[in-house]
Nanobody, 122 residues
Framework: QVQLVESGGGLVQAGGSLRLSCAASGRTFGTYVMGWFRQGPGKEREFVAAITWNGGSTRYADSVKGRFTISRDNAKNTVYLRMTSLKPEDTAVYFC???????????????WGQGTQVTVSS
């Protein structure tokens, strides 16, 4: 069974930084696309970032471009999301996901973590 476990969320002041981690088990991590999504209070889940199986390509939502960086370490079966210059509107539950499609669409991902809360205070 595939498991994705996020960590690293917390409370941070606006302008601060956090690094989220997602540890994967149960499938050959290095052959799958990994993505980060988020769901803010009262909002639908939205795409944040994705990275190809070897880390050769990344893509980002316009709202986080230049502030967030996705990376992966296939030897550790872990994907990261480095978040800088955080804004109150970044407050959300952040989910990592694994799939076959290098896409911003959630339907391209078939396994999801349970999420980690990120709260940015103004």
């Amino acid at each position: 069974q595939v498991q994705l476990v996020e960590s690293g969320g917390g409370l941070v002041q606006a302008g601060g930084s956090l690094r989220l981690s997602c540890a994967a088990s149960g499938r050959t991590f290095g052959t799958y696309v990994m993505g980060w999504f988020r769901q803010g209070p009262g909002k639908e889940r939205e795409f944040v970032a994705a990275i190809t199986w070897n880390g050769g390509s990344t893509r980002y939502a316009d709202s986080v471009k230049g502030r967030f960086t996705i990376s992966r370490d296939n030897a550790k079966n872990t994907v990261y999301l480095r978040m800088t210059s955080l804004k109150p509107e970044d407050t959300a539950v952040y989910f990592c996901a694994s799939g076959n499609g290098y896409s911003a669409g959630s339907s391209s991902y078939d396994y999801w973590g349970q999420g980690t809360q990120v709260t940015v205070s103004s």
